[in-house]
T-cell receptor, first 114, second 112 residues
Framework: DQQVKQNSPSLSVQEGRISILNCDYT??????FLWYKKYPAEGPTFLIS?????DKNEDGRFTVFLNKSAKHLSLHIVPSQPGDSAVYFC?????????????FGKGTKLSVIP | DTGVSQDPRHKITKRGQNVTFRCDPI?????LYWYRQTLGQGPEFLTY????????KSRLLSDRFSAERPKGSFSTLEIQRTEQGDSAMYLC??????????FGSGTRLTVV
């Protein structure tokens, strides 16, 4: 049973346009959410996070939106750049569990076309 | 270099052999994690150390797997009697704060 789902395996976007990556979760105990970016042959790199007490967090070109009632979050990248081409992973955590372990989705491969 | 270092980067082994991977975390980080990533999947949690204490293990970590973090510094992950299903990328991460993970580049294991 997948507790974090990224239903789009891939996404292609024109340079300069908005990229929207989606993520759904099923575990209502999750209260902290993160997005990671991964290039081939490298480990995941942290991008942005959001606590369940917020519904939006912004950092430069990256914004994460959280809809707790729908158990849905999304990552917006505006404007998209060719260097953003990578696999993006959504991750969730139950901060009350103590270990701060992450449950990841399967990832979405973003291709930004020049 | 202040990142998380993993060694080796690649390991090819025959089924039934034992393998050991090493992770050197960022020196001041007291938390250390091991994750496993198979093709087409996201990373899956294996185990967690706070300093030298192994505080949590996933049910994915069968009795063929053992992890240590002596003296709260580097960590090793050993797989005994490897099986083809163990082929994966093994990722180590360390953190000081709750979610301040820094991942290493991983060790890619291929069991033939």
């Amino acid at each position: 049973d997948q507790q974090v789902k990224q239903n789009s395996p891939s996404l292609s976007v024109q340079e300069g346009r908005i990229s929207i990556l989606n993520c759904d979760y099923t575990n209502s105990m999750f209260d902290y959410f993160l997005w990671y970016k991964k290039y081939p042959a490298e480990g995941p790199t942290f991008l942005i996070s959001i606590s369940s007490i917020k519904d939006k967090n912004e950092d430069g070109r990256f914004t994460v939106f959280l809809n707790k009632s729908a158990k849905h979050l999304s990552l917006h990248i505006v404007p998209s750049q060719p260097g953003d081409s990578a696999v993006y992973f959504c991750a969730a955590s139950d901060s009350g569990a103590g270990s701060y372990q992450l449950t990841f989705g399967k990832g979405t491969k973003l291709s930004v076309i020049p | 270099d202040t990142g998380v270092s993993q060694d080796p980067r690649h390991k090819i082994t025959k089924r039934g052999q034992n393998v050991t991977f090493r992770c050197d975390p960022i020196s001041e980080h007291n938390r250390l994690y091991w994750y496993r990533q198979t093709l087409g999947q996201g990373p899956e949690f294996l185990t967690y150390f706070q300093n030298e204490a192994q505080l949590e293990k996933s049910r994915l970590l069968s009795d063929r797997f053992s992890a240590e973090r002596p003296k709260g510094s580097f960590s090793t992950l050993e797989i005994q009697r490897t099986e083809q299903g163990d082929s994966a990328m093994y990722l180590c991460a360390s953190s000081l704060e709750e979610y301040g993970y820094t991942f290493g580049s991983g060790t890619r294991l291929t069991v033939v």
